[in-house]
């Protein structure tokens, strides 16, 4: 028996046989509890859409560039002097582009303050096509509004975790 499903199951284990669509191919999960404050803005600046540190993304190297990418990223922002979070994003290093939550529009009232820790445990999630089998990284990102600064708690934790559903 081949363990796949539609494969007669008088065929041998271990024949190679074609992955129906909708079946996970790999799972990417990156976890890292951060040791050192990542700043977004200084008080008194509004901050766009910005790419997080260094520790904020992972990749993925698709099996199959007709595959869809679903990705999904915890942070947990702290802020001072009353910093409102507008909202988080996905960036697509291979094709410089954000994948959709167009976190700038989402008003003056933004998603909630970021002052303590009282918007710790976000998370922020996109759907892409792989388009191609070349490793692709993805970013975290934040925009904030004039008030306090943000950051990415020292004693946070980052997760992503990246899937690759067969097209």
Do not use: C
């Amino acid at each position: 028996m081949s363990g796949i499903i539609g494969v007669s199951p008088d065929m041998r284990s271990g024949v190679i046989g074609a992955w129906p669509a909708g079946h996970v191919l790999q799972v990417r999960t990156k976890h890292v509890e951060q040791d050192s404050h990542v700043t977004l803005g200084s008080n008194g600046t509004a901050v766009a859409l910005t790419v997080l540190g260094g520790i904020h993304m992972h990749d993925i190297t698709p099996l199959e560039s007709t595959s869809t990418l679903v990705i999904s990223a915890t942070i947990h922002p702290y802020g001072s002097g009353g910093a409102v979070v507008y909202g988080y994003d996905i960036y697509d290093t291979r094709t410089s582009a954000w994948l959709g939550n167009k976190p700038d529009s989402w008003g003056s009232t933004g998603i909630g303050s970021a002052d303590g820790y009282s918007a710790a445990g976000q998370s922020v999630h996109a759907v892409t096509s792989a388009g191609t089998t070349a490793t692709r990284t993805y970013k975290v990102g934040m925009t904030k509004g004039t008030a306090g600064e943000l950051y990415e708690h020292a004693a946070g934790m980052f997760t992503m975790t990246i899937y690759e559903i067969k097209g």
